[in-house]
């Protein structure tokens, strides 16, 4: 343990204290080491995703058990479940980046609203005709735009990003009204039509690989993601740097393998009522994507280093050099950037897009499933994958209440319960470790 | 005596009608721990922030190991090699050890972090400062005790070739404990070679690490010289009144630069 405190030997409750506080995988040396060293984190309030990981389960048996049939767990509704929960998961990852910041971005729903009528516009052949990578690119280029300007605004001028994202939403509402009546649609551009270009964008959320190519990307991935958890880990115990024991690599490899496997397995049930419909959806890997690119982005690199830090304390952000503004102003346009590719996935599942699209109550989702999945509201705390835990357990619940045949009414009331179960963990875990700082000697 | 590493002559800052120091002069030699004292808006502060760059002198000359510098910005200090502490420390609580000691400088291999290299690299600077094991140095910042803290706030500052290290009011929050182990590390800071300024009040802390020492008065330094020729009351009297009021005039080095006389 902790050099200083080893010196004053007489402290020993201190030293014992402090070992609780650390992150597993630091202080054990073996796997019984480190699950004690687990439970003593999560009695301190330092939970990771254990209460999301609990809720899921949760969701899940009481579904299961109560709903008609027990359809909860049949493979139709598992891939309906993650078709329903993809665009508040892209959106969760989106509204990631600036709550690591400590900000917030009120306006993702609307620009995710916007570049989905931007990308179906451009792609009608009755309208521009573009081909879909030309209409995908311009929509996510309007949300860098987006983006650009609301952060350059936030970090610049220093107004609260509530207050700026607030004009965003409200401003791009009306956009998204305006895009929504050109061409000749009455404001309801559809991607079901002619040409290979609106097909595309609509296989987007409907397309789907066949069962042995999903087999096959599966393995290739797991074995890549194995690898390279084995080869890392590996490495480090070599080095005698910190590193997990054995047994937990091969677990975390074991867990992404079942993982991997689950999802294949349910997608390649065939989930037509007449006929065949099996595989692997497209919008699957489109998400784990977005997931792996943003969570190497933010882990791995220097900007994702700073993003954390400015989220942890802005001052010694600055004083290490760090340019706020201009990191800021990146997560900003991140943020929109992913809000985007969420727009455009939302477009495909609805095959158009219409005034109906609730922006609004998106961002709300959004945040919510990023806070739901453990990202912190105070900034610094969280991670790319919170986003897709909590999107799950939002899409599910709104899942299973659908299978009740609930009103949405009472979908609302239980997000909104499980939101505040949420909020208050994250409270409280910061309230532990602030106080447990303070304290300890 | 030789030449010292910082040397500081007739440094003026004035903020708006506020005189904060008139022409201070000050030496800082290597291998040395030079206690700042003084008295709340005595100017320690001030006279901290112009060597790390963040005020600059409006007149006066800094000299840096005999040649005269301008230290511009805190980057140009660092370029020395002057680093400073502040009482705020500085570091992400929500970061380990090592992501902080090398935040605004981590080391990159192929577009991505070096995790391996920079842990190994603060591992090395700990342990050699004997502040804590390999173990433990993936540990966040927040679970940290304020001792622990203020040392790897400290390893952080040394980690980069500095040649000076400034430390503000290092003990003020600590309790008797990490303020021992506080105090000891400065000493080691001292016996690597290394240049230390402390402001402290404490004149405990003060005597106990102190090779010099130097008083602020209302912006003048009224006495610096060896900690030997001082005494706690003496320090106090400078720190209080700016003089010595029975015997005046008797100041280890210099009670130059003052323009009102002795209490």
Redesign the interface.
Known sequence: ????????PE?LT?VKN?TL???P???AQSLAEYARAWVGRVRSGESGVLPVIAAMVIITVVFQVISPNHVFLTGNNLVNLFQQSAVVIVLAMAEGFVLLLGEIDLSVGYAAGVAGVIGVQLAEPQTTNWPWWAAIGGALLFCVFVGAIQGTIISRLRVPAFVVTLGGFLILNGLMLILLLLGPFSGYPSLIGPGPNLSVMHQLMWGHFEPLESWIGMAVVIGLLALSFWLRDA??RR????APPVSITLMKISLVTVAGVGVVAICNINRALFGTLEGVPWFIPIVLGVLGAWT?LLE???FG?YI??I???P???R????SLPNVRTIGFILCSLTAGIGGLLYASYLDGMSNNVNGGQLVLYAVAAAVIGGTSLFG??GRTLHGVLGGLVIGGIANGMYLLQLQVQWVFIVTGFVLLAAVTIDALSRRG??T???G?? | MTEPLLKLREVDKHFGPVQALTRVDLDVPATQVTCLCGDNGAGKSVLIKCIAGIHQPDHGQVYWDGEPVHIRTPRDASHLGIETVYQDLALADNLDIVQNMFLGRETVRRGLLDEDSMERAASETLSSLRVTTVRSIRQPVASLSGGQRQSVAVAKAVMWNSKLVIMDEPTAALGVMQTRMVLDLVKRLRDRGLAVIVISHNLNDVFEVADRIAVLHLGHMVVQGAAAEFDRQKVVEYMTTGGLGRDAGSAPIRAGGRQDGPA
């Open positions: 343990m902790a050099q200083p405190d080893a010196e004053v402290d201190a402090v506080e650390l992150p995988e630091i202080v490495r480090r080095s005698g740097l910190v190497i791995r690199t220097k280093r954390y830090a989220g942890g304390n001052e010694a952000a004083r290490a050099g760090v610094g705390r470790s602030a447990g700082g303070s300890r000697v």
